[in-house]
């Protein structure tokens, strides 16, 4: 018998000491850009839904037709605000498109009962869940103040410079 061992095998996969490369620094920026602007769009849906309830009441229209009015006043706008945000959330967690088309009409559909609540919280907790894996954390009424700080340190990881910043 030979006293040579054998050769060893390595498996390419990151360890545990690597710098954070969940995703790009666009995704993470895709993020945080959909999360924020998603309570801009919700401050509009509670304005707009206020003021259908005034002008459906000072008209004097009856109970079961104000959702068919309420549904065509209000579906259409907040789906249409809320796609671009959807759209950037759906980017950053690599989603396809049609995701963000879905949940934006989701959105549309859900202004009609709570001022559509439910949905903004839904994906602004899927964001915020997904920012956290950068190191990323929400803050009032939008991204914390280090975002653009681990934003510039994940663009520096990802063009292959010296990773500065927290890493998770």
């Known amino acids: 018998m030979s006293d040579v061992p054998p050769p060893q095998h390595f498996v390419a996969y990151p360890r545990g000491n690597t710098p954070n ?3 790009t620094a666009d995704q993470l920026e895709a993020l945080g850009n959909g999360f924020t602007r998603l309570n801009y769009v919700f401050i509009a849906n509670i304005v707009l839904a ?3 309830g005034a002008l459906l009441g000072a008209l004097h229209v009856r109970f079961p037709i104000i959702y068919l009015y309420e549904l065509v006043i209000l579906f259409l706008p907040i789906a249409a605000l809320t796609y671009p945000q959807n759209k950037l959330i759906a980017f950053g967690k690599g989603w396809p498109p049609h995701v963000a088309v879905l949940a934006s009409l989701l959105m549309g559909l859900n202004a009609l009962l709570c001022w559509g609540l439910i949905g903004y919280v839904v994906m602004q907790n899927i964001a915020s869940k997904e920012m956290k894996k950068y190191g ?3 803050g009032f009424m939008g991204v914390g103040r280090n975002f653009t700080a681990i934003v510039a340190a994940r663009r ?3 063009a292959g410079g010296p990773t500065i910043g927290p890493t998770a």
């Open 21 to 23: 490369r969940y995703g």
């Open 50 to 52: 206020i003021g259908v």
């Open 136 to 138: 990323a954390l929400p």
């Open 156 to 158: 520096q990881a990802d």
